[in-house]
C-alpha cells in the first residue's frame, strides 16, 4: 500500500547538532516537490535534545517538508536508532543518511529514480567520506561553508578531488557489490526493510551494520546498485580511524559467524573493493578443487596423531576434507574446507562443516583443543597461506602440519587462484591490523614421520613490529647468525 509520500529520509544523530542544522537545510533545497517526501531526526540520546537545539534554524528554515523528531533518551546505537526511525516513516522508499552527510539538490530524486521499475538496493555517491577537518583543510581549503549546502553542491561539481572513485568502480555490477551497501547515503523499498527485519543488532558498535543489511538483501533478491547522481558531500569532523578499523575487523567476524560462505570471508579478509575481483577467483577454485588433494587418506600412517585425536578432551577442528578419516576414531568437531558438504564425504553424524577457505574462521580465540591441518595447505601461495595459519592458531591451542597425508598432494599453489591472490590479497587495513605474511612467522618443529608421510607441530613466533621511524633511529642489536644470514 502506498505511503502517504514516496520518500522518507531517515537519519539518527548522537551530538551533531551543527551538523544536523546543515543537512536540514540541504533537504530543504531538495529538487524533489516538498509534499512527496518527510524527514525523520531520530536523536539517540544527544546531551541537548536536537529538537531543542534546531528550534531556532526551524523557525527560520520554515521547511514545508514533513519533519518528524524522535528521541532516545537513552543512546540505544545507530542500528537501533535507524529502525525506530523507519517504523515512523511513512514513504514507499527509505532513505538512510548519515548524520553528517550534505544531501545534493538533486539527491533524493536520484534515489526515487533509480528504485523505478526494478527492485533493487541503491548506494548513492559521497564524496571524502574519511576526511577530518584538518585533512579538508590541507587538501581543499579553508572557505568552505558547509552552512550552505547549495553553495557546496554547486562547488562539489566543479571540484575533482570531490569526485567519487565508486561511479567508476561499481559501473560494472557484480554479485557482491551488497558490500558497498553504506548508510552514509542508501535507499530501499520499505517493504524490503520490513521482509528482511532491519537493522540488526548482533553489532556491539557502528560498523559493518549497514553491509550486513546489504547481504540480506541481496540474499531476498534486492541487489546493491550505484545511483552516481544522488550526490552527499560529507561534513569532515575528528575521528579515531584506526580505532574504527580494529572495530570493523571484530564486527567482520561476527558478520563471517552469521553467514560461513566463501563470499562473506572473501568480503571480510580482503576488504570490499579487493573482494570484487578475487571472489569470482575463490568460487570457481571452490568449483574445481579436486579433495584427493585435501583429504586424511594416509593419516593411519602417523599413529601419534591418530592417538593425540583419540585422547584429546577438546574441540577438534580439521582444515581439509574429512575424507579417509580413520575408523574408529572420534570424528573431528568442525570441519573447514570450501567443498561442498552435500557432495563430500562426511567425517561423521555431529561434525559442524565450515564451507570456507580458512583466512576467517568465526570461532573466539582458542575454541579447539586440536587443529589438524591436511595436504589442503598446499593450495595457496606463502601470503595468503601464513594468514590461514595464523588464524588456526589463534582459534587452536595445538595445530598439527599434516604433509603426504592426502591421497594426491598438489605439486604447487593452484595457479588461477594463486595469481588472483597475489594481486589483490593486500587488504587496505593491514597497516593497523597486522597480518602475517610469511612461513618464517612460525615455528614448524617436525613431530613424526612415516616415508613421505609427516607431522610438524606449528606455533607463531613472536615477532617485532616497529615503524620506520624505530627502525632508523634505533635498529635492535643482532644478535648470532644461526643457519646463514
Known sequence: MRGVVDVSVVTAIHNRGVAARNVLRSLAGQTLPPESFEVVFVDDGSE?????????ELAALAPTFKLRFLRHDTAKGVQEARNAGAAQAEGDVLVFLDADCLAHPGLLRAHLDAHAGRQVAVCGYTSVRELTPAGWRLQLG?????????????????????????????????????????????????????????????????????IEMGYRLARAGLPTVFAAAAKAVHQPHDRLRG?????DRHNEQILVRMYPTLEVEAVCSYDIVRSRELVPAIERFARTLDPATSDCARLDELPGVRAQVATTAG???????????????????????????????????????????GTRVPYPDDHFELGLVTDYWRNFPERTLSRILSELCRTC???????????????????????????????????????????????????????????????????????????????????????GA
Open 48 to 56: 541537548r535534545p536536537l529538537a531543542e537545539e534546531l528550534a531556532e
Open 142 to 210: 579553508d572557505d568552505w561553508d558547509f552552512g550552505d549546502p547549495a553553495g557546496v553542491a554547486d562547488r562539489m561539481d566543479r571540484t575533482p578531488l570531490l569526485h567519487d572513485p565508486l561511479c567508476e568502480l561499481l559501473a560494472d555490477p557484480r554479485p557482491s557489490d551488497w558490500a558497498f551497501f553504506w548508510t552514509h547515503n542508501v535507499s530501499m523499498p520499505r517493504w524490503a526493510f520490513e521482509q528482511v527485519g532491519g537493522f540488526s543488532s548482533e553489532f556491539p558498535a557502528k560498523g559493518v551494520e549497514d
Open 315 to 357: 574441540n577438534v577442528l580439521v582444515l581439509g576434507d574429512p575424507a579417509g578419516w580413520p575408523a574408529g576414531l572420534r570424528p573431528p568437531d568442525v570441519v573447514c574446507f570450501p567443498g561442498d558438504a552435500r557432495k563430500l564425504p562426511g567425517a561423521g553424524r555431529g561434525t559442524s562443516w565450515l564451507p570456507l577457505l
Open 397 to 483: 591451542r595445538d595445530v598439527v602440519l599434516l604433509s603426504g597425508v592426502s591421497a594426491a598432494p598438489p605439486r604447487r599453489p593452484d595457479p588461477a587462484l594463486a595469481a588472483a591472490l597475489d594481486a589483490h590479497d593486500h587488504p587496505y587495513w593491514e597497516f593497523t591490523v597486522r597480518l602475517r605474511r610469511e612461513l618464517h612467522e612460525f615455528e614448524i618443529v617436525e613431530r613424526e614421520r612415516t616415508g613421505a608421510t609427516a607431522a610438524f607441530d606449528l606455533r607463531e613466533r613472536p615477532w617485532e613490529v616497529s615503524d620506520l621511524r624505530t627502525a632508523i633511529s634505533a635498529p635492535p642489536a643482532r644478535g648470532p647468525a644461526h643457519g
Open 243 to 247: 580505532r574504527d578499523i580494529v572495530q
